[in-house]
């Protein structure tokens, strides 16, 4: 759709868009309502996560947490333990600050005003426009990477689409095309169709209810626009960690200051644990009795299968190792429970990977030979 699109033929593109959504829109739990707070939800949680990944944890989450004043009174780990697996957990962090903020200050009513809700912790511009939009009906324009893009192949917007400049002019393109009048359908319908016709590969062309407008679909210009980001180099980091493990089957679980980034394990409870500079099983002696006074020189440190774990950029290889102990030690910030019991806890995914590690050991350990009989 050229910049120079007739008002006539806009209109006809929006009547389009807003009659396909209507007709083929998916039935999403936080649709069901215009509640602000199941969209704000929502919303978080589905920044940067696929939308089959969510929808689990958001019924466990509107199960918990049916309101914003039970957000609200809640406690920070009852928050992260639902949210462990989801990932990015400073979204969980914020979004329960927010709560506070929105019983203390807004009288439990999701403000209506875009900057007060910028102000919220963890609210920027695409999801303070998605919930005044799609809640309360406010005209403003959302742009996310699948708005976006919808946008760029419409108007055939060549280049990195992040491009402070180029994101300026989607955003006064997505304001000039919104629906007033009905902003929270339209937002929709944008997203929607980016995230089911629109696709970043091999877009559904097709079916499209708006490819007679699209600029790139007339040109062939789909595979070229948007133009491919630059990535980030991958990064190979290589993480050992121990589980110290009693008896009856308790682990050691703490807050390990120091040995690497809050990426992976979020600053929740993990095993002790440390990027590896050389030798791994070195290097994690080393951390347990320098950084966590743990002396443990005497004791096996039995290596498990190490597992992989993918952060962004970074290539994470995570080596588990099995310590048993006779008596796990107390250390402040640290918790003892039952290895079992971890889903009990928040925990990052990457400590999910190594407890499993010391499933599968178990499971696969060579069962003791039978005793031969007496005489032989
Ligand atoms: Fe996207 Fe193709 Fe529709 Fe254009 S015609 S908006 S490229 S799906």
Sequence with gaps: MPAEFSPRARAAFQRRLLTWFRTHRRELPWRASRDPYRVWVAEI???????????????????????????????EEQVLRLWSGLGYYSRARNLRRAANEVVAKHTGEFPRSFDAALALPGIGTYTAAAVLSIAYGLPHAVLDGNVARVIARLYAVRGDLREPRRWKQLARIADEILVARAAGDWNQALMELGETV????????EVCP????????????????????????PVKIRIAAAILRDPTGRVLLVRDPGAHDDVLFSRMWQFPAVEVAQDAEA??????????NLDFSKVVL??????????????????????????????????????????????????????????????????????PPHGC
Excluded: E, W
Aim: aromatic share 6%.
């Design 45 to 75: 949680m589905l920044q940067q996560t696929r939308l089959a990944a969510v929808l689990p944890y958001y019924h466990r989450f509107l199960k918990q947490f049916p309101d914003v004043h039970s957000l609200a009174a809640s406690r």
């Design 198 to 205: 629109c696709t970043p590969f091999a877009p559904r062309c």
């Design 210 to 233: 708006v490819s007679r407008l699209c600029t790139a679909y007339a040109r062939g210009l789909t595979s070229k626009i948007p133009a491919p980001r630059r990535k980030r180099a």
């Design 283 to 292: 290097d994690l002696r080393a951390h347990l009795a320098n950084d966590l």
């Design 302 to 371: 039995t290596p498990l299968a190490a597992a992989r774990h993918g952060v962004t950029f970074r290539n994470i290889t995570l080596l588990p190792f099995l310590a048993d102990v006779a008596r796990l030690p107390k250390i402040p910030r640290s918790k003892i429970l039952p290895l079992a019991d971890l889903r009990r806890v928040p925990v990052s995914s990457a400590t999910r990977k190594i407890a499993a590690a010391v499933s599968d050991f178990a499971s696969r350990k060579p069962l003791a030979r039978p005793k």
